[in-house]
């Protein structure tokens, strides 16, 4: 049974809810619920347990970067989305916390429009992944669970 300790948090920001379909050419053609299946077979195999969430709206992730502390969850993979390049609000709340917080990007923001190549999220997480596809979710889980981060 999982307890908080081996909980990890994967929580997903605005437009996420349509991977897939969202400019596959850029995203993929996996959704957000075959990524949630995939991390959590893989979760599972690591001894850890994930709660996959999703919102489109900046405060909500604030919130949950909030209860992932007062949890006392393992770790955060955050896909910020669009609020990486825009959220001061993110960024404070990252450091507000103590618990670990990997950056996720499917894509590889630093290769596309000038106005993604700032990342308020990485200005303070522990660990980025990006480009890698629906894959970066797998390769950020297994950086938390080999005690990478
Ligand atoms: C994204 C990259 C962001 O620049 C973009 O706004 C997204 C998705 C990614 O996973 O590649 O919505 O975070």
């Known amino acids: 049974m999982a307890d908080a300790?081996?909980?990890?948090?994967?929580?997903?920001?605005?437009?996420?809810n349509l991977l897939g379909l969202r400019e596959p050419e850029i995203y993929g053609s996996t959704?957000?619920?075959?990524?949630a299946d995939m991390l959590e077979d893989r979760a599972r195999e690591?001894?850890?347990a994930i709660d996959v969430r999703q919102t489109n709206h900046e405060g909500m992730l604030v919130d949950w970067l909030h209860e992932a502390?007062?949890?006392?969850?393992?770790?955060?993979?955050?896909?910020?989305?669009?609020?990486?390049h825009t959220s001061i609000a993110l960024l404070d709340a990252i450091k507000a916390i103590a618990t670990p917080v990997v950056e996720v990007h499917l894509?590889?923001?630093?290769?596309r429009e000038a106005f993604r190549h700032i990342s308020y999220?990485?200005?303070?997480?522990?660990?980025?992944?990006?480009?890698?596809?629906?894959?970066?979710?797998?390769?950020?889980?297994?950086?938390?669970?080999?005690?990478?981060?």
């Open 46 to 48: 690591l001894g850890f």
């Open 69 to 84: 502390q007062a949890e006392g969850v393992r770790a955060v993979l955050l896909n910020a989305a669009a609020y990486t």
């Open 31 to 35: 959704t957000l619920d075959e990524i």
């Open 5 to 16: 300790s081996n909980t990890i948090y994967v929580l997903n920001g605005p437009n996420l």
């Open 121 to 149: 999220v990485g200005m303070a997480a522990a660990k980025t992944v990006e480009g890698h596809g629906a894959d970066s979710y797998r390769i950020a889980l297994e950086a938390i669970a080999s005690g990478e981060v």
């Open 107 to 111: 894509s590889d923001p630093k290769t």
